[in-house]
């Protein structure tokens, strides 16, 4: 293939010899060295291949062989450059695109992070947006070093990173860590702990501090639960002194939560047609072209496009990006909810709550929904019966030591 | 020649080593390579006929052609019916 490629590069020619002594003229061509190739036997003739330079070494031996040639073609570079010679337009075209792909070569068109779990894809692209790296630029610009060590010191929990420029490719892997990165410091602030919403108390478990409460009795939103502040009292039971203490404890409560979503009666429905339509998308930097069926009939259309960004090699990408599109015709009309529909959105908004609430580590004990007709809507209303630590801190300051302090005196 | 090939006979040496000899190699059907050939003798399609530095050496088949050659080289090709020496 090599040899072939080297052919066709210096030019060869296919030509015809005839006549008394072809062994004889071959052997002359072999003494000379002459290379030729593909010999076939073409009538009372022979049909071979030569180079082009040596093709102008034939004459003296085609006269001592006795032997006459007929040009049948002329393959190669150099042929195909003289027949070309007037398209300078084609050659412009071909040059053009070999220059602009080795200019589109020195830029970064992709990004790529492997190895990120906690930091999303996102994240990390704006740290690099903040960093001045970007889509399209130079790639001579980029400092992997800088930009590895950046990560490292921007990201705590990163503890390896490597950045290289592969192609048109930025790539960087990296590895988080496992575990806590550093000790959290035990809290010793002295410390009150209130209700955080309204409920009843079903448990609690105190490590330090008085408690305010006890099991079974209502709570509201912001009502002491448990004293950070234990008064020292004499024999005669008067205060002597008072200690300041960092509450400590769990305080478990049953709490309610009602919800309710309204919908109105009627809702646009679209219902597919069954018609489909395709196209294509080809963009380009800020241009982009559209290619799609003409739709005849004004249909109302919902469209899906697929999109790849091109490379020509794994790291070679391309500014170019080529995307499938197919479009579902629909038909658009409002109707009233059907009960079934009724069902499945009010079972949907009581997940939904319930998502969100176990999301915080709340238990749910009981969840009741149910659907209220209003005329022109209807709602979906519901409570919730969970039960969750309500226990917040709340650290005393020095001006209300102080006030306790006089309203002692 | 002859003391060349008795010596390397007496020494254990492959005779394709001893220099002058031709070295035919048959690939299937399709290719006879031809190595310390002089010249050609007679070319047409069903009948090649090489002359090689201790004997001559006759290639038989159809649609034959000469590939390449290289030097003291000559690959042949076609549909191989029959390869001869004789001389």
Known sequence: MRGGIFRWSQGYIHVRVA????????????????????????????????????????????????????????????FALRRNRKRKALAGAVLSFFVLLYAMSLFIWDVSFDGNYYYTREVLLDYLEEQGIRYGMMKHKISCDDLEEGIRSRFPEITWVSARVSGTRLLVKLKENQVLSSIPEADSQPCHITASTSGTITRMIIRQGKAKVRVGDP???????VAGQLSVTNDAGEVIRTAWVHADADIYARTVYGYDM????????????????????????????????????????????NITQLHLFEDFYLPVYMGRIR????????????????????????????????????????????????????????????????????????????????ERN | MRVLSQAASFLGIPQDVIPGEPVITVTGRRNVYIENYNRIISFVDNEIKIQ????????????????????????????????????
């Open chain 1, 19 to 78: 006549g008394y002594s072809g062994e004889r003229f071959f052997n002359l061509c072999k003494s000379a060295g002459l290379a030729y190739w593909r010999v076939r036997r073409q009538g009372d003739g022979y049909c071979f291949y030569i180079s082009r330079k040596d093709f102008f070494r034939l004459r003296p031996i085609l006269r001592k062989s006795h032997m006459s040639m007929r040009i049948l073609s002329r393959e190669g570079l150099p």
């Open chain 1, 219 to 225: 709570v509201e939103a912001g009502q002491q639960l």
């Open chain 1, 262 to 305: 309204e919908f109105p009666r009627y809702h646009r429905v679209d219902v597919k047609t069954g018609k489909n339509r395709y196209g294509f998308v080809l963009a380009a930097g800020p241009w982009r072209f559209t290619l799609l069926a003409p739709d005849f009939e004004r249909n109302s259309w919902n469209y899906r496009t």
């Open chain 2, 52 to 87: 090689a530095k201790t004997c001559r050496v006759i290639v038989r088949g159809k649609r034959l052609g000469i590939e390449y050659y290289t030097g003291d080289d000559i690959l042949i090709t076609g549909v191989i019916g029959a390869v001869l020496t004789e001389g």
């Open chain 1, 327 to 406: 479009g579902e015709a629909y038909v658009s009309y409002e109707r009233p909810y059907t009960d079934q529909e009724k069902e499945q959105l009010s079972e949907k908004v009581r997940q939904d709550q319930i998502e969100n609430l176990m999301e915080k580590g709340v238990q749910i004990i009981e969840n009741n929904v149910k659907i209220q007709e209003y005329g022109v809507s209807w709602k979906v209303e519901g409570t919730i019966v969970a039960e969750e630590q309500i226990g917040v801190k709340r650290y005393i300051t020095e001006y209300e030591e102080t006030r306790e302090t006089d």
